[in-house]
């Protein structure tokens, strides 16, 4: 099992542009999220996911979108990027709610950039 | 007041030695609670989970006072291997919370 992947490793944008992170996990897990993590800070939620077809907001969506069309895949989608918007995004996933016996598998990060 | 702090270190300590730090919570009513370990510029993973008894893995042990709202994470004979940024995460309603992170350094 690859686990949870995500591309691209690294991105600068320009502000103003836009751009897809992508996110895929090969483990049949129901559950996906998209955190941002700030120098200094913990994660902030941004969207999940509880299964095809469902999203829902997180902690801190402005800015963002998703969809959730199949199991496997789960893409951030950046509108209009702004300087604030400059963070390490990591998605995540587990089989099923959030508690003591489903661990939260996360992919590699995306490390983006907007000047 | 946030809902998950904890102190962000660092800690620098020798090879060999115990290092212990805590996380505070704010919501009495959370659920579940875990350390993850976060190596830099990589993401997270799962050290352990924190049980209501406290519990042991090898050289670590994580305690909970629900009374206190805090965990605590202890390091026995620190390796260099050890060394990294832990996240204290709790989990509300089925949403996890992260702690900012105590960065640990184990010099040689």
């Known amino acids: 099992n690859a686990g949870v992947t995500q591309t691209p490793k690294f991105r600068i944008l320009k502000i103003g542009q836009s751009m897809t992170l992508q996110c895929t996990q090969d483990m049949n897990h129901n559950y996906m999220y998209w955190y941002r993590q700030d120098p200094g800070m913990g994660l902030k939620l941004i969207y999940y996911?509880?299964?095809?077809?469902?999203?829902d907001k997180g902690e801190v969506p402005n800015g963002y979108n998703v969809s959730r069309s199949t199991t496997e895949d789960f893409p951030l989608r950046l509108e209009l990027a702004a300087p604030s918007q400059t963070s390490v995004y990591f998605c995540?996933?587990?089989?099923?709610?959030?508690?003591?016996?489903?661990?939260?598998?996360f992919g590699p990060g995306t490390r983006l950039t907007v000047l | 007041r946030k809902e998950v702090e904890q102190d962000p270190g660092p800690f620098n300590v020798p090879e060999g030695a115990t290092v212990a730090f805590n996380c505070t919570y704010s919501?009495?009513?959370?659920?579940?609670f875990f350390w993850y370990r976060q190596d830099c510029r990589k993401e997270p993973k799962l050290l352990m989970s924190?049980?209501?008894s406290g519990n042991e893995d090898g050289r670590f042990t994580a305690q909970l006072n629900r009374a206190s709202q805090y965990i605590s994470l202890l390091i026995r004979d620190s390796k260099l291997s050890d060394s990294a940024t832990y996240l204290c995460?709790?989990?509300?309603?089925?949403?996890?919370?992260f702690g900012a992170g105590t960065t640990v350094t184990v010099r040689a």
């Open positions: 995460v709790v989990i509300n309603d089925y949403k996890l919370s």
């Open positions: 995540a996933s587990n089989k099923g709610p959030q508690s003591s016996y489903n661990e939260q598998f």
């Open positions: 919501n009495s009513a959370s659920q579940s």
């Open positions: 924190v049980y209501s």
């Open positions: 996911s509880v299964g095809a077809g469902i999203t």
